[in-house]
């Protein structure tokens, strides 16, 4: 009797789940245009299963995880340029930039040269625009963020950083694909000012980490980021945004052991992580995706969105949209406030930039298709518009 009335509950349950999981957008759809996450490969999904149980956080009993971590450091550390790398499978970005500064804090006075006053507050340095995760970690940790303008390009100043140099500056962020607008800050340029004020250097590529070195070995102009650039201290880059693994997934990387660590005597030592119990279902998506795709599956995967991004540019411009050229796959236009709202409303996931752009990113899971629809959508509304016609009727 009880088996079978635990049976109905499961049924029941996983039913009303189903339900719930019906109102959430796929990304298969084709409708999601600024995510930065995507469908996953499928044995990510399956390597995440085998892992369901298993906690990255207590050492003494995730031994193959932990092991799975390190092969995925290492690989994701020849990506790059780095070849003794250090640093944790993390949540995403934000607990990534998290960890950065945390070392950057843990380290400070090794490289910022002892100057800092004992009880002054820290200042981090980032570019205007960084993702908000700076902001949280300013609340967070109890430290000053100082946004440093950006130039036309949307990349960091160098001379609106060096001018936000004090005595109390502990890190400065630099991002190599920024959230609105994929632009790639002059990384060299940051470097050369931190090795010359001993500041912690971190670098931001939690969405190009899996693209730029992809771009490079297709030839495509992009800035160098990573750690071949003496100063760089660490690097986010995640695996649940262009490397195509399970949400969540991210990464942290640095060039030097980190020196922040808690001591947990029921753990049986040294703890160096930020969160306690830490899934390893992630490792095991990431460790998959890696040796599923290898370094000429992300090369295809890059290609396919450039080619789409370039589709969709090229889309637009011939319709008469001013685009700002796209250094990776996230295209920034301008477009009507009406046209855009209409979008909406019909479904479209799209955004908008802090500078009243709008902005798609074009992921693995956008289809040419896909955009062709969106394309046929914004043509359709802009005729109405021309026409005076109520811009309304798009049908599906
Ligand atoms: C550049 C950058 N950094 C950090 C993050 C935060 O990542 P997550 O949402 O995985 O915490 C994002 C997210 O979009 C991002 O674009």
């Given amino acids: 009797m009880k088996i079978e009335a635990d049976k109905i509950k499961r049924r029941e349950i996983l039913t009303e789940l189903r339900n719930f999981h019906k109102?959430?957008?796929?990304?298969?759809?084709?409708k999601v245009l600024s995510s930065m996450c995507t469908k996953p490969l499928k044995i990510a999904e399956e390597a995440q299963k085998i892992f369901k149980e298993t906690n990255l956080g207590d050492k003494r009993i995730s031994e193959g995880a932990t092991e799975i971590e390190k092969i995925c450091i290492r690989q994701v550390g020849k990506f790059l340029?780095?070849?003794?790398?250090?640093?944790?499978?993390?949540?995403?970005?934000?607990?990534?930039n998290i960890l950065a500064i945390m070392e950057a804090r843990a380290g400070r006075t090794e490289k910022n040269n002892g100057r800092m006053a004992e009880n002054a507050k820290e200042e981090i340095i980032v570019p205007e625009t960084c993702h908000f995760s700076f902001d949280k970690?300013?609340?967070?940790?109890?430290?000053?963020?100082?946004?440093?303008?950006?130039?036309?390009?949307?990349?960091?100043?160098?001379?609106?950083?060096?001018?936000?140099?004090?005595?109390?500056?502990?890190?400065?962020?630099?991002?190599?694909?920024?959230?609105?607008?994929?632009?790639?800050?002059?990384?060299?340029?940051?470097a050369q000012i931190c090795r010359a004020e001993k500041i912690y250097l971190h670098v931001d590529a939690a969405f190009g980490g899996f693209v730029i070195p992809f771009l490079k070995k297709l030839k495509y102009n992009?800035?160098?980021?990573?750690?071949?650039?003496?100063?760089?201290?660490?690097?986010?880059?995640?695996?649940?945004?262009?490397?195509?693994?399970?949400?969540?997934?991210?990464?942290i990387l640095f060039r030097k052991e980190p020196k922040f660590s808690v001591g947990v005597s029921y753990l049986g030592g040294k703890h160096e992580r930020l969160l306690?119990?830490?899934?390893?279902?992630?490792?095991?998506?990431?460790?998959?995706?890696?040796?599923?795709?290898?370094?000429?599956?992300?090369?295809?995967?890059?290609?396919?969105?450039?080619?789409?991004?370039?589709?969709?540019?090229?889309?637009?411009?011939?319709?008469?949209?001013?685009?700002?050229?796209?250094?990776?796959?996230?295209?920034?236009?301008?477009?009507?406030k009406e046209i855009y709202n209409r979008l909406v409303e019909t479904g479209w996931i799209i955004s908008k930039t802090s500078t009243g752009y709008a902005r798609?990113?074009?992921?693995?899971?956008?289809?040419?298709?896909?955009?062709?629809k969106f394309l046929n959508d914004i043509k359709q509304l802009m005729e109405n518009a021309k026409n005076k016609k109520r811009v309304v009727d798009l049908s599906d």
């Fill in 360 to 372: 798609i990113v074009i992921m693995p899971h956008t289809k040419k298709a896909h955009i062709k």
């Fill in 222 to 251: 992009v800035r160098n980021f990573d750690f071949g650039i003496e100063g760089v201290d660490s690097i986010a880059i995640d695996p649940h945004k262009m490397g195509m693994n399970i949400i969540p997934s991210g990464m």
């Fill in 23 to 30: 109102k959430d957008i796929l990304f298969s759809g084709g």
């Fill in 137 to 190: 970690i300013s609340f967070l940790m109890g430290i000053d963020v100082r946004k440093a303008s950006a130039d036309k390009n949307f990349c960091v100043d160098l001379d609106a950083v060096k001018g936000l140099i004090n005595k109390n500056t502990i890190a400065v962020v630099g991002i190599a694909g920024n959230t609105e607008y994929g632009s790639v800050d002059d990384i060299e340029g940051l």
């Fill in 276 to 336: 306690g119990t830490s899934p390893a279902g992630p490792a095991a998506g990431c460790y998959a995706c890696l040796k599923f795709l290898g370094e000429d599956g992300y090369i295809k995967i890059v290609k396919e969105c450039m080619e789409n991004t370039k589709y969709l540019s090229e889309g637009l411009k011939n319709q008469g949209t001013q685009i700002l050229n796209p250094v990776m796959n996230i295209l920034n236009f301008n477009i009507r």
């Fill in 81 to 96: 340029n780095l070849h003794n790398p250090y640093g944790f499978i993390t949540s995403g970005g934000t607990e990534s």
